[in-house]
């Protein structure tokens, strides 16, 4: 069984917020100077925010968040966000990969940027509902 996928468009000005809310000011989320000075290809979301949005989608299709009893991810890939209005899109789909002995539901969980993994060994575990 799979998940609907779904569509979070991230732009600067949402990197800007979530640097206020986690305190985060590091200059390769803000700074495309600064950020190209250390290899990466522009400025890029952070990658908790990624990781948030992912968990959004897994609340989402769980239906509440205390559904979610595990979550997990690993970041592989960066994702860039350029300076325009439209900014970029993290897609996030997932795949249900059994059960526990407790009979949660175990998802396998994909984030895309531009056609591109960025997370590996995304995963969560939910109540069923």
């Not at 989320?29 to 190209?36: L, P, Q, T």
């Not at 997932?94 to 993994?117: D, I, M, N, R, S």
């Given at each position: 069984m799979t998940f609907e996928p779904q569509t979070f468009r991230v732009t600067r000005a949402d990197l800007v917020r979530y640097a206020g809310a986690s305190g985060d000011f590091n200059p390769?989320?803000?700074?495309?100077?600064?950020?190209?000075?250390v290899g990466l290809p522009g400025v890029i979301a952070h990658g908790m925010f990624t990781m948030a949005l992912v968990g959004r989608a897994v609340t989402g299709w769980a239906g509440a968040p205390d559904a979610v009893v595990e979550f997990s991810v690993r970041f592989s890939r960066p994702v860039p966000v350029p300076d325009t209005d439209e900014g970029t899109e993290v897609v996030v789909s997932?795949?249900?990969?059994?059960?526990?002995?407790?009979?949660?539901?175990?998802?396998?969980?994909?984030?895309?940027?531009?056609?591109?993994?960025v997370l590996s060994m995304a995963q969560a575990v939910v109540r069923k509902r």
């Open positions: 390769i989320h803000w700074s495309e100077r600064f950020a190209n000075s997932a795949v249900v990969k059994g059960e526990t002995e407790e009979g949660h539901t175990k998802l396998a969980l994909t984030a895309t940027c531009q056609g591109e993994k």
